[in-house]
């Protein structure tokens, strides 16, 4: 388990400590090793089928820099999660070797699979891997089987057969790294983590490139608190994509604002909603997986079951506000954020929501309306 | 179901809806003058407009007598049809606003409950219509059941949760795989499965039996009158074309929305003789057709008569399009003797459904076939599905085909993105360009 | 407590603001000069003659709340918060039934919605595009050859109007030209411009739902025939301050004052 430290270490310490490793440096490392990586776009697929290949996912959300040849290719009202990983895919980098892989997302990234696959053309292979969408059922997880066993031939095709015992091994890694997430989550929202914003999301998001190995040795040194560390702060739970921008996650904690949860499709809606039991049948275990994420409007879940979920978390952290921070043009999160926002302002939790095209840096307005609501969220705090 | 509500629709079915039809008739306001560059409008026109005022008005009636269910136009209907559902069809509706250049006014009330801009204006539309119970068609029966298909899109999926929601009323969802190469086996199975899964809860709503036969009745009627409608695109090869793409948006209401049902059926068959005297005799559906071209994606509905006129004033007519296609083209899979998984095949493979392979052989194919001089690409910011790799295909067709191509950046139904200016622009250099490749 | 003054300075996209009250709230002096390129020389700027219009020196103010954009670069400020508590505060004082405060600012315009005691409940900005914004107008008077003055005669909203339908600064600049194209009348356009703008403010207001009387803030409350739009739009009054441009700055005083009063308060606990 966790190691359970007495003393708060300071941040810097931690990171540095840690020594979390910039992405593109790793995955340059790694390939030069000679190890297989494909690129992952988002958001849900099973890693531990790739994992049992040796092929490692090397996810795409938001690869840095400025969009330029995606142009070419897509309109402007195309979100830029999309557009970003367009411009990643055509400057085939190196690093890259084992092809790319398309979950089935969203109706923008459906197509750019095939637009990349069968319109562009990269020299190396797509795959794709459907999710299936709305309520779930006996239907659906029969199906949902069937997808992976249809992965699984597919990656048979080029990458040799597939060993049981690989595969088993890989699942029992996933669940030890979900089951250190999930103290990790636990212990962030009762205080009993001492990281800035930006490096708890940091160690989050360090599992989008790293091996599972490393990834789950650095989790092994994070400190839990014995004790909940001293907190006035005003404590923000956070919904979107992906976490707010470095930028964002600085100022928030300039301000004093703690996030100490999230509802975010690349962070905590792809850690199961309850610890699960040890992997038996690999099968099983994956199929399980699947089925007890969060609810995510990606896979078109029920709304009420969502709010439940949110409120849930709310509850929970203690959380003082709910800040929304949607991709421009993300039609899934879009749909929902009406509901959501409506029934939390109904039910008096300040709320606040940021559109972002994820650019590097935020905008004056941008900070007004952060530094506005975080006004209000210590009105509350001292009241 | 009440005996009162029951004699009323019956009522207003047999004479009720006659009786406006024929005042309709009166009252119509004198027909716009039809600008030379047309030929005659088809006598079909009128019966068109009369099955579909009728469909809108007898809805109204349907409450306590028939069960309502608004669904998406990808959805295998026919199933519902079996539990006689009154169905609506809020894509339909929405074009129906947009047509009517309201678009922005329903959009506006969505937004202005929270649903964001970037949202498709199909969805905004039909959310501002839910919200606000305002129609261009008078009135509008609340549904009693959704039903939906993500083989168009998975924007209907989220829209049609967010009513279900709001009306607390159930959402049967058809959930259709991507066919990234080929349908899968477990594919077809697991589509298969849903549909012979949605019996029971069809039979609760509706509080009917469902009974095979009637089901293969319909499916076979279903089936019948997508082939007329095939056929009736076909007739479009004809030169000159015996209609125009715009004329067939229009009459493409009755196979998307009341697919399955005799009236459908009947109506294809009398615009079929018109459009087979038409092509016998040589009559065009513009006066002198010089140029043909092919449109892709959704109508801008709020410009139809403002293209088909610039058009046709230059003598060019469109003959063929992805989207008027889209209901013909997977009918051949339909299979009475194999109803689930035939469904399974001819609902998931549709071109919205499809990868952009099958797009890009299928669109060079009805290039070929249909003799097209040029390409106009309808952009729009509402539609993911159908817009994104529009660059990459329109690349794609011109190098291979030597065929000139624009892409518009417009909206199938929130007229605000329009830009005339910028649009006319585009248009004139893309005629000056195919003038010169054909005749130049 | 006698010669106490406090004070709020708005340093705002085109304009600074500063607003001078004693320790009853009086309103003393109210100052409004352009920003143009340099916040903190405007802010210091508008900050001596506010001083030298209420007779006062700069050690007797106690408290200096900075607010607006340039909030940042005041550096004599003891204090800095947000436009949006400070529009709040200000429209309380100044209308203290007012639940909905409506500003339309020079770079953004926002929906405030306050509490009995002028704390802000909630708000909305809009987004990053300044159509609905005093820019707008300011961008669309260039382009028709008007000044701002003569955007803002009152119009008789009976009238035509020319159909402004695009919501992007940008877009509605070129709606404009080809509007002029046309030979479209001036007044036609400035009506169709006001009510886009008036149909941006719209949503936002629905959007987050109106709370007892509503007052408009901001330079763009000058606007009459602006006004009347949105008054009809609304379906009610709207409370208009006499000087609608300083009630950030107000906001911004009294905000100081309320802290001085708060830190007595801790220091005879």
């Not at chain 2, 309709?24 to 005659?40: D, H, I, L, M, Y």
């Not at chain 2, 509905?301 to 997977?330: H, I």
């Not at chain 2, 998931?348 to 009805?366: A, E, S, T």
Request: proline share 5%; net charge negative.
């Amino acid at each position: 388990m966790l190691r359970f430290s007495k003393h708060e270490i300071t941040i810097n310490e931690i990171i540095k400590n840690m020594n979390i490793p910039d992405r593109s440096e790793y995955l340059k490392g790694l390939a030069q090793t000679g190890q297989k990586i494909m690129g992952v776009l988002p958001a849900l697929y099973p890693r531990e089928l790739l994992w049992a290949f040796d092929i490692h996912a090397a996810e795409i959300w938001d690869p840095p820099g400025e969009i330029l040849h995606a142009n070419a290719h897509l309109q402007t009202t195309i979100c830029p999660v999309v557009k970003k990983s367009l411009e990643f895919i055509l400057k085939e980098p190196q690093t890259i070797n084992a092809g790319y892989l398309f979950p089935h997302t969203c109706d923008s990234l459906q197509n750019l699979g095939t637009q990349v696959k069968d319109l562009i053309g990269v020299s190396l292979p797509i795959y794709t891997f459907y999710n299936p969408k709305g309520r779930f059922n006996n239907t659906t997880i029969k199906y949902y089987q069937d997808i992976l066993i249809n992965f699984q031939s597919i990656l048979e095709a080029s990458h040799g057969p597939l060993e049981p015992e690989k595969l088993k091994a890989a699942c029992v890694l996933s669940h030890k790294i979900d089951t250190y997430l999930m103290v990790i989550q636990q212990a962030r929202m009762t205080d009993h983590l001492s990281l800035s914003n930006h490096e708890y999301f940091t160690l989050m998001r360090a599992q989008e490139y790293l091996l599972p190995q490393d990834y789950l040795s650095l989790l092994e040194q994070v400190n839990i608190l014995e004790k909940p560390a001293e907190f006035s702060r005003a404590r923000l739970m956070v919904s979107g994509i992906l976490p707010p921008l470095p930028e964002i996650l600085v100022f928030l904690d300039e301000l004093g604002v703690s996030i100490v949860a999230d509802d975010l499709l690349a962070v905590s809606r792809r850690i199961p909603k309850f610890a699960m039991d040890p992997p038996g049948s690999p099968l099983d275990y994956l199929t399980d997986r699947f089925f007890v994420l969060p609810p995510c409007s990606t896979r078109g879940g029920d709304l009420d079951e969502r709010v439940h979920y949110l409120s849930n978390r709310l509850k929970e952290s203690k959380a003082h506000g709910l800040l929304f921070d949607m991709v421009k043009f993300c039609e899934p999160e879009l749909f929902d954020h009406r509901l959501l926002v409506k029934t939390f302002r109904e039910r008096k939790t300040p709320v606040l929501t940021l559109e972002t095209e994820l650019e590097d840096h935020i905008s004056g307005q941008d900070k007004t309306r952060i530094e506005a609501f975080t006004e209000r969220l210590f009105e509350i705090v001292s009241t | 179901m009440s005996i009162r509500a029951e004699l009323k629709y019956k009522i207003m079915k047999d004479y009720g809806a006659p009786v406006l039809m024929a005042f309709q008739n009166v009252r119509r306001r004198k027909p716009r003058p039809t600008p030379a560059a047309f030929g005659s409008p088809l006598d079909s026109n009128q019966r068109l407009k009369e099955i579909l005022s009728r469909h809108y008005f007898l809805s109204r009636y349907a409450p306590g007598v028939k069960k309502v269910a608004w669904v998406t136009s990808g959805a295998p209907v026919e199933l519902l049809r079996a539990f006689d559902f009154y169905t609506i069809y809020p894509e339909n509706h929405s074009a129906l606003v947009g047509a009517k250049k309201q678009g922005a006014d329903y959009c506006g009330i969505a937004e202005g409950d929270g649903f964001s801009q970037d949202l498709c204006s199909y969805a905004r539309i039909d959310l501002g219509h839910m919200l606000s119970g305002k129609t261009p068609a008078g009135k509008l029966p609340k549904p009693d059941l959704l039903f939906c298909s993500n083989n168009i899109c998975q924007t209907v999926l989220y829209w049609y949760k967010a009513i279900a929601h709001e009306l607390d009323i159930p959402l049967i969802h058809f959930d259709a795989p991507f066919v990234t190469t080929e349908q899968t086996e477990a594919d077809i199975n697991y589509m298969a499965q849903q549909l012979q899964d949605m019996i029971p809860i069809l039979e609760r709503v509706s509080g009917r039996v469902f009974y095979l036969n009637i089901f293969e009745e319909i499916l076979e009627r279903s089936m019948e009158t997508s082939k007329t409608w095939g056929a009736i695109l076909d007739a479009m090869k004809a030169q000159p074309a015996p209609m125009t793409i715009f004329d067939a948006f229009g009459h493409l209401a009755p196979i998307v929305s009341l697919r399955g049902l005799p009236v459908a059926q009947d109506y294809y068959h009398i615009l079929m003789d018109e459009i087979n005297t038409r092509v016998t005799q040589g009559i065009g559906a513009i006066s002198d057709e010089r140029y043909r071209l092919i449109w892709d994606n959704i109508a801008i509905w709020y410009k139809v008569r403002f293209l088909a006129t610039f058009f046709a004033e230059r003598k060019m007519n469109f003959v063929t399009a992805t989207y008027t296609n889209a209901w013909a083209e997977t009918t051949g899979y339909l299979d009475v003797k194999d109803p689930w998984r035939s469904m399974a095949k001819t609902y998931g493979q549709i071109i919205l459904n499809n990868n952009l392979k099958h797009r890009l052989d299928l669109m060079k194919g009805m290039i070929k076939t249909y003799a097209v001089d040029g390409m106009v690409m309808h952009s729009t910011r509402s539609c993911k599905p159908y817009s994104v790799g529009q660059f990459d295909l329109r690349k794609a067709i011109t190098a291979d085909l030597d065929l000139p191509a624009v892409i518009l950046d417009a909206d199938i139904a929130d007229e605000r993105v329009w830009s005339e200016q910028q649009i006319q622009t585009r248009l004139e250099a893309f005629c000056e360009t195919l003038e010169g490749s054909k005749y130049g | 407590m006698a010669d106490l003054y406090f004070s709020g300075v708005d340093v705002g996209s085109l304009s600074t603001d500063v607003s001078i009250i004693d320790h009853g709230g009086k309103v003393l002096s109210e100052i409004v000069i352009p920003t143009g390129v340099n916040g903190s020389e405007a802010a210091e700027q508008a900050f001596n003659a506010a001083l030298k219009l209420a007779d006062l020196t700069r050690d007797s103010i106690t408290g200096i709340t900075a607010t607006g954009y340039g909030r940042a670069s005041v550096a004599f400020a003891t204090g800095k918060t947000t436009e949006i508590s400070c529009h709040g505060v200000g429209a309380h004082h100044l209308f203290p039934k007012t639940g909905t405060v409506i500003d339309i600012g020079g770079q953004d315009s926002k929906v405030i919605q306050i509490d009995r005691q002028g704390r802000m409940l909630d708000f909305t900005m809009n987004d990053k595009c300044a159509a609905g914004t005093g820019r707008f107008l300011e961008v669309m008077a260039n382009r028709l050859d008007l000044n701002l003055d003569e955007l803002s005669s009152p119009l008789n909203i009976e009238g035509d109007s020319a159909p402004i339908s695009s919501t992007c600064t940008v877009f509605a600049e070129s709606e404009v030209i080809s509007l002029l194209a046309k030979n479209t009348p001036r007044k036609e356009i400035v009506h169709g411009l006001q009510r886009s703008i008036v149909n941006r403010i719209w949503s936002m207001v629905t959007s987050i739902g109106i709370e007892g009387e509503v007052t408009l803030t901001g330079g763009v409350a000058h606007n009459k025939g602006l006004v009347a739009l949105l008054e009809e739009k609304l379906g009610l009054t709207l409370n208009i301050p006499e000087n609608p441009q300083t009630v950030g700055a107000l906001g911004g005083a009294h905000i100081a004052r309320r802290t001085y009063q708060n830190s007595l308060e801790a220091d005879s606990i």
